[in-house]
Every structure is written in C-alpha cells, then in structure tokens.
C-alpha cells in the first residue's frame, strides 16, 4: 500500500539463529531506515541510509547488521538475539534524509519474536 | 494481533464528537514535528506535520497545534470516525530524519 514492503511480517528465532529482515521500496527513494517499536517504548531509529551509505547507527547492537546493496532494498542481518530485541522492526524510506523532502514512507513491520 | 497499543493512554470518544491528542516534547531546539497514526497491523502513516516557526497547521479534518514556550504539541481531528481508530504519536526532529525522537503514543477508541 505505502509502495514499502517488508518480509517476513512475521518471524519466530532462537537466541542461536541467524536471520534476515528484508525492505523493498518501489518509491525511487534515495533514504532508507530501520526502526524498533517494542510495546512499551518509543519507536526507536536504528540505522538510516543515504544513497546506499550508512548515516547513522544509533549505538544499536553489533548483534543487528544492516546492509543496503542498492537504493531499493535494505536488510536487517539478525545473529544472536535476545529475548528483549523482540518487537516490531519498521523499514522506511524517503526521498532525502533531511525533513523538508518528500514524506517519509513505512512498510507494515515485521514482527520478531525471540525465544 | 498486533501489540502496538498496548499499555498506552487511551481516548475514547463517540463518533462525530472532535478529538485532542497532546504530545509533550523534549528538546525546545527540535524545528519540526509531524504527527503519525499507527493502525493495527501496519506501518505509522503521515498525518500532518509543522515547522517550529509555525504555531497552527490545518489538514483535512485535522489540526495541528503547537506551543513553543510549553513545548507541547497537540492534534485535533474534527468530526471523529470510527476509520480514525489507531494509536498516534508524535515526532520531534532536530536537523532532518535521522535525528528524531518519538513519542510514545495514544490510542484513539471511536465508539459509533
């Protein structure tokens, strides 16, 4: 709908596993960006990328690795998690990083659970 | 479902009547805000926003109030309608998207 998707939407892993988020965005947006909601908290941003180059890392864990191989798409790499790094991970973009482009996008989330 | 919602303040308010959101924000030099809704299942989704030199911004429906010297910020949705049922949250920026600070959230209960 927002022209942002995310897959899985959903995702069940070990403290053991590794997995990866995946962001898509049909936009032709040049800024990407990764955000946690957990249900008690603020949404919290993690990463942002510009033009394919990383701006950002919000002291995030080295146990979350993004990567962003074109201004399409963004991934989260997720090794070693925590039962407290479940909650909902939101990927965004927009046209530039600075507020006074266009709108900023979101996609529907994925929502992690770590046992 | 989705757990967004939980544990936050509620509204609650009869369809037709108006709404007020407010939102307390922290940093007086942030310059821009926009107020988000959050439905069940999806992705925070673009309101309304205001820049700091503004006090008032009109949408459709939708009214964005901001007080500088309070550091308050609130959202007024006219004729309320069960479609508006979400949480929503505000934001606060200081030089762009990378340098935010969210609120937590209100979930707004239409009652038909």
Redesign the interface.
Known sequence: ETGVTQTPRHLVMGMTNKKSLKCEQHLGHNAMYWYKQSAKKPLELMFVYNFKEQTENNSVPSRFSPECPNSSHLFLHLHTLQPEDSALYLCASSQDQREDQETQYFGPGTRLLVL | G???G??LPTLSVQEGDNSIINCAYSNSASD?FIWYKQES??????IIDIRSNMDKRQGQRVTVLLNKTVKHLSLQIAATQPGDSAVY?C?E?YG???K??????TKLQVIP
């Open positions: 989705e757990s967004v939980l544990h821009y299942g999806k992705g925070p989704q673009f949250f934001a920026f762009g998207y990378q935010v600070t969210f609120g937590t959230g």
